[in-house]
């Protein structure tokens, strides 16, 4: 089975800056596409970054400028830097490996705030 584990959430201050890190572990793994997601408290999940291989990453424009998505192919591991943090980017997030299928990771508390 294919195992996705986020980690690097965090409390931080408005205008900070966390590194999210998404391992993915498995026999067999399809690593074409990889996405982040979030989901706030009362809030449905939405898409934050993704990217697919040998093309450019597509951003929620509440995050773009401001957050970065990569990959490590030979690590099986998902980056996202996030810069500038505001306290609406207050959320789990979660990490995406591949579409069809897919597997999801279990989330990481990411909190801005002062």
């Known amino acids: 089975q294919v195992h996705v584990v986020e980690s690097g959430g965090g409390l931080v201050q408005p205008g900070g800056s966390l590194r999210l890190s998404c391992a993915a572990s498995?026999?067999?793994?399809?690593?074409?596409?990889v996405g982040w997601f979030r989901q706030a408290p009362g809030k449905q999940r939405e898409l934050v970054a993704g990217?697919?291989?040998?093309?450019?990453?597509n951003y929620a424009d509440s995050v773009k400028g401001r957050f970065t998505i990569s990959r490590d192919n030979a690590k099986n591991t998902v980056y996202l830097q996030m810069n500038s943090l505001k306290s609406e980017d207050t959320a789990v997030y979660y990490c995406?490996?591949?579409?069809?299928?897919?597997?999801w990771g279990q989330g990481t508390q990411v909190t801005v705030s002062s």
């Open positions: 995406r490996i591949g579409s069809i299928p897919s597997y």
């Open positions: 498995g026999s067999i793994i399809s690593f074409n596409y």
């Open positions: 990217m697919s291989s040998g093309r450019s990453a």
